[in-house]
């Protein structure tokens, strides 16, 4: 150092200061990620201008700069509830979330970075435990945990509506309940199929017996209406009928019909 010129040491000061300075005002912020910037020396917490967006940035470097996530994050919650009668039923659910982008000077202002743990976490935890417990582990066990989850997205959304965050969607993963409640249910739904079963066989049975039944009034009134229609007239001139056709065939032979009118019998055959 000695044998540095005069000149030369405060120029290599200035340099190293210059290349502190530069590196702690230089910021990149990277794909999916926005900053908030706080002014030292100012107001504090930018929120009046739109956050930094990603890339390269020089800033004071007494000022300080916030970079969040901005991209859509997943949240995977364990969350043991009670049901309407009591019971403890654990919950897998997740929720997709992100912060809102134009809001994220307020939400650091007054949320900070924690703000998962801070508002989301408590949210969805509560939301869970007042849907849940309107419902039996019945109706969670079967058609209801639809409407459940829409249920929970909507109280969820309901208390982050003002806390600059932005939910899309709620997803009840599964519902694991105590195993005694659940092999009673699967009992109960194996009875109530069973039950289904045996109604529509009778049903079945029912309906084939009624069309026995028509099919064979049907038939007894046209035989009722086929015997009031044959007279004695009719029978008479049936067996005429029948008979000449048979006199017709050469192997006929004389037959004997009945009596006419002057009480001879009709004689027909062939010579």
């Not at 969040?68 to 364990?78: A, P, S």
């Not at 969670?140 to 969820?156: G, M, V």
């Amino acid at each position: 150092m000695e044998k540095l010129p005069k000149i030369g040491l405060p120029i290599l000061i200035g340099i190293i200061i210059l290349v502190i300075l530069t590196a702690k005002s230089a910021v990149t912020i990277d794909s999916g990620e926005a900053g908030v910037l706080f002014k030292t020396f100012g107001d504090g917490v930018v929120i009046d201008e739109p956050p930094m967006s990603e890339g390269f940035h020089i800033v004071a470097p007494w000022n300080k700069v916030f970079v969040y996530e901005v991209r859509q994050q997943e949240l995977f919650e364990k969350m043991k509830v009670l049901s309407s009668n009591g019971l403890e039923i654990q919950i897998d659910a997740s929720a997709w979330y992100e912060p809102v982008y134009n809001e994220l000077g307020n939400l650091h202002q007054s949320i900070g970075q924690g703000y998962l743990q801070r508002v989301i976490q408590p949210a969805i935890r509560s939301a869970a435990r007042s849907v849940i417990g309107r419902y039996t582990p019945d109706d969670l066990y079967s058609t209801k945990r639809d409407a459940i989850q829409i249920e929970i997205f909507e109280e969820t959304k309901k208390i982050l509506d003002k806390q600059y965050v932005q939910l899309n969607e709620v997803l009840v993963r599964d519902v694991t309940l105590p195993p005694t409640i659940k092999d009673a249910i699967e009992r109960k739904l194996k009875q109530e199929q069973e039950s289904l079963e045996y109604e529509f066989r009778l049903v079945t049975a029912a309906k084939e017996a009624e069309k026995v039944i028509i099919e064979a009034k049907g038939k007894a009134e046209s035989n009722r209406i086929l015997s009031a229609s044959l007279t004695d007239k009719i029978l008479q001139d049936k067996g005429i009928e029948a008979t000449v056709k048979l006199s017709e065939s050469s192997n006929s032979k004389i037959i004997v019909i009945g009596s006419g009118d002057s009480g001879m019998p009709i004689i027909l055959g062939n010579q």
